[in-house]
């Protein structure tokens, strides 16, 4: 094998698939990069078994073959070059050399024959959509997916399809994010698939705002391509639970808040909250809502702002942090906030309103906390 490329480029590459790379891999070769020059191609993947990547780049091929080289030590190196471009050769003792001006480097590689191999896609139910539309439904529900491995399948993203609708769902069993569009697979097409938030992180750092992507889903896989690249992972296996049961179809007092004002409002109250105690309480009065918070160690703080609700007084209690999470997670000036009572999840979307607001997407939910006795 013998290409040359520029480093600007072949550091971008790396660049994209370098996070896949097992830190404490199972076996040697998963802490090198598979790298393949053929037809006037460069190849690069990387896999944990878990989440591959592969990208494609033009190069001037000089001689084809394969070989793997150590991930860690690769990257570093490239990111150090200072030349235009590399030459990299490899023989058929696994030692690779890369020339760089004057430079000259040799790295010892791994048989490419060891290294996993990636599913073949050929025979799989596959859809095209939006990379900017995708970018966005899997941001607004990624953020609420569990971090905890004691609740495994709300470790990842669902992905559910019915009746040509996508919806994205992400929950931790205290906040949930679920977003919906629809899509142009075949009406009697359905899946549900369960992916882990590692995939959805690469798969959200390739998207761009142009062209789009294809999502092609296999029993227990799934693989998404765009810009020259594919993110194929192995999906969670398991019951994720029924969102529609957390979702209330009823919230009867319905009002819109200002998002910056109230972001900034949350900010300056939730200084006043401890970790173990980490609840504001609302109240929603004639035209204004009150956000209250006081802990004994540190002190109390009261903040208000106008609002459209007109009604009895209402009082809940929310985690700042939570609230906060889907605010960042919303864009436009204003948000619609959806309340029953005291003890029944909070919803939200993200700007007016005007129907059944559990139909919205983005739909955020919430989960009330105790109200303390103060």
Do not use: W
């Amino acid at each position: 094998m013998k290409f040359v490329i520029s480093t600007q480029e072949l550091n971008a590459l790396i660049s994209q698939i370098q996070n896949v790379v097992a830190l404490k891999p199972t076996i040697p070769i998963l802490s090198s990069f598979l790298i393949e020059a053929a037809n006037d191609e460069l190849i690069l993947t990387a896999t944990d078994l878990t989440v591959g990547v592969r990208c494609y780049t033009e190069a001037k091929i000089l001689e084809e073959g394969a070989t793997t080289l150590p991930a860690k030590r690769l990257s570093q190196l490239i990111r150090e070059l200072t030349t235009v471009n590399v030459e990299i050769s490899s023989n058929t003792n696994e030692v690779t050399t890369l020339v760089a001006g004057t430079s000259r480097f040799k790295l010892n590689g791994m048989n490419k024959n060891d290294f996993p191999s990636l599913p073949d896609l050929t025979n799989t139910h596959s859809f095209q959509i939006k990379q900017s539309v995708l970018k966005d439904l899997l941001y607004r529900t990624s953020f609420a997916v569990s971090k905890e491995d004691n609740r495994y399948v709300l470790t990842g993203v669902l992905m559910q399809i019915a009746q040509g609708q996508l919806i994205f769902v992400g929950t931790d069993g205290k906040r949930l994010a679920r977003t919906i569009t629809a899509v142009h697979t075949p009406p009697e097409f359905s899946s549900q698939s369960i992916i882990p938030l590692k995939a959805v992180d690469e798969i959200l750092k390739n998207l761009t705002e142009e062209g789009e992507a294809k999502i092609s889903i296999m029993s227990d896989k799934i693989a998404v391509e765009m810009n020259q690249t594919r993110i194929l992972t192995k999906l969670l296996s398991g019951d994720y639970p029924d969102i529609n049961r957390v979702v209330p179809d009823q919230a009867d007092k319905i009002m819109s808040l200002h998002r910056e004002e109230l972001m900034a409002l949350l900010r300056q109250v939730s200084l006043f909250t401890v970790d173990h105690h980490h609840s504001v309480r609302f109240t929603f009065m004639d035209g204004e809502l009150k956000l209250t918070a006081n802990t004994m160690e540190i002190g109390e703080g009261h903040v208000g702002m106008p609002v459209n609700y007109h009604g009895v007084k209402l009082e809940i209690a929310f985690n700042p942090g939570f609230f906060l999470d889907i605010l960042r997670h919303c864009k436009e000036e204003t948000v619609t906030l959806g309340l029953i009572d005291a003890y029944n999840p909070g919803l939200l979307t993200d700007g007016q309103h005007t129907g059944p607001l559990h139909q919205a997407s983005p739909l955020f939910v919430i989960m009330p906390m105790r109200l303390s006795e103060d």
